[in-house]
């Protein structure tokens, strides 16, 4: 079995990081929340209507600069992302991910990543270092975006060419709805800030703490 887990929710607190990183880059800790918010919202919607392949950075870019036009802040959004970027080893990982991952990696499973991103960032997170990397599998590795199909089913393909069956472990409504919708076996890793979708497909299995996905992986 492979066993790929979405970077930035399930393994990663993104919010954590990415606010302090705009705090650090100068933007007012009392709005830099809102900015990652709308940056990030901005940035899923344009991954979702990616058709024709932009690297992670370039659509990152885009909706940084729509989200200050947004919030009505004049800043360099290019030098901001910069600065957001390089932050990234620092960003932090979930209490229980780096003993789950290596519970899942003991129980026999070979660990990877399903993630939209650039290959050199993902390099670069903590959550990296915990997976094999030659199953790191990036948005541009597979030239696909999530919550399209293609990227579930792209990932299938690389688990079954290694001889092995995919597991997907998300953390938010849309990466479980992308997944169940390829038709991979997914297990929802409940995190602060990420909801279900009420009217989205329902995962095979929902975990509260990363230590108790091997129970879960045995049973499927």
């Known amino acids: 079995m492979i066993v790929t887990f979405d970077l930035f929710s399930a393994l990663t607190d993104s919010r954590t990081g990415g606010t302090a990183a705009l705090v650090a880059a100068g933007r007012s800790e009392t709005g830099a929340g809102a900015l990652y918010d709308a940056w990030d919202a901005r940035n899923k919607a344009l991954q979702a209507a990616c058709t024709t392949w932009e690297s992670f950075h370039d659509l990152s870019l885009q909706a940084l600069g729509w989200a200050y036009a947004e919030h009505g802040v004049e800043a360099d959004a290019a030098a901001d992302l910069a600065a957001l970027e390089a932050s990234v080893p620092t960003w932090p990982l979930w209490p229980d991910v780096a003993e789950g991952v290596a519970a899942v990696a003991r129980s026999g499973a070979r660990v990877g990543l399903l993630s939209n991103v650039d290959d050199d960032l993902c390099r670069r997170t903590r959550g990296h270092a915990l997976v094999d990397p030659d199953l790191a599998l990036t948005?541009?590795?597979?030239?696909a975006y999530k919550p399209g199909v293609q990227i579930?089913?792209?990932?299938?393909?690389?688990?079954?060419?290694?001889?092995h069956e995919l597991v997907h472990v998300a953390a938010s409504a849309r990466d479980v709805r992308g997944a169940q919708e390829a038709g991979l076996r997914t297990v929802r890793l409940a995190r602060r800030g990420h909801r279900v979708d009420p009217d989205g497909p329902v995962p095979d299995h929902v975990v509260d703490d990363a230590r108790d996905l091997p129970g879960v992986l045995a049973s499927l």
């Open 152 to 163: 579930y089913r792209l990932a299938r393909q690389v688990a079954a060419d290694a001889g």
């Open 139 to 143: 948005s541009e590795r597979l030239g």
